[in-house]
């Protein structure tokens, strides 16, 4: 069992920044692949960006690309997602979720095993 915590979230102007921490339990953290996700009111949640047991790769969907971050430190068991240039389009609660399996996927949240409470993230015009 792997529970996550995700800490960070909050109300930031257009054009700011935030940075997610979610920390993790257990000793195995890095042979977990991790992602973060995003879900709006009344929209599906979506894949935000995602990254290897070793940090080694990072994915990233095309809407914040090049404005977000994904890293980890697995002595720490926790993994961060630094958002920049922040949109209001960007408001939505954050998820992150921890992969156990293999898949060829790394957007589907269906091939995710554990997930946070999330953290509410407000971007204001």
């Known amino acids: 069992q792997v529970q996550l915590v995700e800490s960070g979230g909050g109300l930031v102007q257009a054009g700011g920044s935030l940075r997610l921490s979610c920390a993790a339990s257990?000793?195995?953290?890095?042979?977990?692949?991790m992602g973060w996700f995003r879900q709006a009111p009344g929209k599906e949640r979506e894949f935000v960006a995602a990254?290897?047991?070793?940090?080694?790769?990072?994915y990233y969907a095309d809407s914040v690309k090049g404005r977000f971050t994904i890293s980890r430190d697995n002595a720490k068991n926790t993994v961060y997602l630094q958002m920049n240039s922040l949109k209001p389009e960007d408001t939505a609660a954050y998820y992150c979720?921890?992969?156990?399996?293999?898949?060829?996927?790394?957007?589907?949240?269906?091939?995710?095993?554990?997930w946070g409470q999330g953290t509410q993230v407000t971007v204001s015009s």
């Open positions: 257990g000793r195995t953290f890095s042979m977990y692949a």
């Open positions: 990254i290897s047991g070793n940090g080694g790769r990072t």
């Open positions: 979720a921890a992969r156990v399996r293999w898949s060829i996927s790394w957007s589907r949240p269906s091939e995710y095993d554990y």
